[in-house]
């Protein structure tokens, strides 16, 4: 039951905080691109309050090979978010939600206790072409089911790679989260996948809009 005392602090929470209040709501941005984290801070009039943009760097250790630490993503976003609070602390303060867009198709994989197990297969390394005519003479049909040719640049092929040259690793993984997924993932604790970016790992069935069990075990994984 709410007594007086609590029902005063909600009343002004609500005249503070609801729309109609004369309180700005501000929203922070991040795009996760291969070069860069870049952020923004936004009013709800959609004004651009601040701005800010950490380098990354891309690894390529053999010819065709282009991978990211997920850890430096993270790092980059907090450091891209220090840069937008010192420009406008207040608005900082005021920040109601964060969107995400960012680079699709990387491989980030992670164990059951959601830490990373090797860097990030980015979405232009093309290592796995060999894998992709392995992947469709398993699945005929999985062009078809994923509405895609099947490509080095997507993420299936990438773990069919893995098992074969670092089954170590792949008997480990848990959880393949693409890189905007894995900053969700830092930033909530969640494990979420958007349509469009699923679309893009060779394992969802686009005219159903769900996860293909076909696709999955085709690469020895599973909805589990």
């Known amino acids: ?50 701005t800010a943009s950490e380098p990354l760097q891309v ?18 976003t907090l450091a891209g978010f220090d840069k937008l609070a010192k420009q406008a602390p207040r608005e900082m303060a005021a920040v109601r939600g964060i969107g995400l867009s960012g680079q699709q198709h990387g491989a980030t994989l992670l164990d059951k206790a959601g830490n990373v197990l090797r860097p990030c ?28 040719p099947t490509l080095p ?6 773990l069919v790679g893995v098992k074969k040259h670092e089954p170590q690793v792949f008997e480990r993984v848990a959880k393949v989260l693409l890189p905007k997924a894995y900053l969700r993932y830092r930033l909530s604790g969640e494990f979420i996948e958007d349509m469009s970016d699923a679309s893009g790992t060779g394992w969802l069935d686009v005219g159903k809009r769900a996860w293909s069990k076909r696709a999955l075990e085709a ?6």
């Open 1 to 50: 039951m709410i007594d007086d005392q609590e029902r005063i602090r909600i009343d002004i929470f609500l005249r503070d905080n609801l729309p109609g209040s004369g309180r700005a709501f501000m929203y922070i941005g991040i795009d996760l691109g291969p070069s860069a984290i870049k952020c923004i801070l936004m009013g709800d009039d959609g004004r651009t309050i601040a």
């Open 59 to 76: 690894s390529r250790p053999k010819p065709g090979h282009s991978e990211q630490d997920p850890e430096s993503w993270w790092q980059a």
């Open 121 to 148: 297969i980015l979405w232009n390394d093309v290592r796995s072409a060999k894998e992709c005519h392995e992947l469709v003479a398993r699945l005929p049909d999985l062009p078809k089911i994923t509405g895609n």
């Open 153 to 158: 640049g997507f993420t299936a092929p990438k």
């Open 219 to 224: 690469t020895d994984l599973s909805l589990d």
